[in-house]
């Protein structure tokens, strides 16, 4: 596609529920990023992948929080048992290997946790 | 912990008068500025890059960047009411990671 894109746009979790979040890269970049962003912040580092490698996940404030890219393509961001503070959006962005740092963002998933 | 301050908004224009917006960074060791836009409800959306001191004009858009005085700015000539948007001053350093500011929101006036 022409862009990065993320599913679902808006997700309503209950407490305690697991999420799943996707993130669909532009074809053909190898890094991959996935942001927290809280109302009025900028957003907040997570996780970083070269390919199908997670070469960071530093950012991630629990271990609740889990991403995976099996083919190098697209991720998943899962997070289980969600509690009311991981309502924020979360944002993928990509990038190619010589301009990592020119990063280009998906549209975001709003999550809300009741 | 690394650290970007931006001007404190909102910044309100009148359409056609240059809008400045301000950044300094804690990290003497970055390498490379960006300035990224963001609609209220959007995603962000690059606009600026600048690796060098100086400035860099793209447009109705100038980026200007000081690294001995660790600053870093954004003008915006000929302001436009579609400019109104949530600007984000983003840092980054010798690796891929990235520091957002807070943004300052614009509001340029019809």
């Known amino acids: 596609g022409a862009g990065v894109s993320q599913s679902p746009r808006y997700k309503v979790a209950k407490r305690g529920q697991d999420v799943a979040l996707r993130c669909d890269p532009i074809?053909?970049?190898?890094?991959l990023f996935w942001y927290q962003q809280a109302l009025g912040q900028g957003p907040e580092f997570l996780t970083y992948?070269?390919?199908?490698?997670?070469?960071?996940k530093s950012g991630l404030p629990s271990d609740r929080f889990f991403a995976e890219r099996p083919e190098g393509s697209v991720s998943t961001l899962k997070i289980q048992r969600t509690q009311q503070e991981d309502s924020a959006v979360y944002l993928c962005?990509?990038?190619?290997?010589?301009?990592?740092?020119?990063?280009?963002f998906g549209p975001g998933t709003r999550l809300t946790v009741l | 912990q690394k650290e970007v301050e931006q001007n404190s908004g909102p910044l309100s224009v009148p359409e056609g008068a240059i809008a400045s917006l301000n950044c300094t960074y804690s990290d003497r060791g970055s390498q490379s500025f960006f300035w990224y836009r963001q609609y209220s409800g959007k995603s962000p959306e690059l606009i600026m890059s600048?690796?060098?001191?100086g400035d860099k004009e793209d447009g109705r858009f100038t980026a200007q960047l000081n690294k001995a005085s660790q600053y870093v700015s954004l003008l915006i000539r000929d302001s436009q009411p579609s400019d109104s948007a949530t600007y984000l001053c983003v840092i980054g350093g010798s690796n891929y990671k990235l520091t957002f500011g807070k943004g300052t929101l614009l509001t340029v006036n019809p």
């Open positions: 074809s053909g970049h190898v890094s």
């Open positions: 600048i690796y060098s001191n």
């Open positions: 992948f070269q390919n199908e490698a997670q070469l960071d």
């Open positions: 962005a990509s990038s190619i290997p010589d301009r990592v740092n020119e990063q280009f």
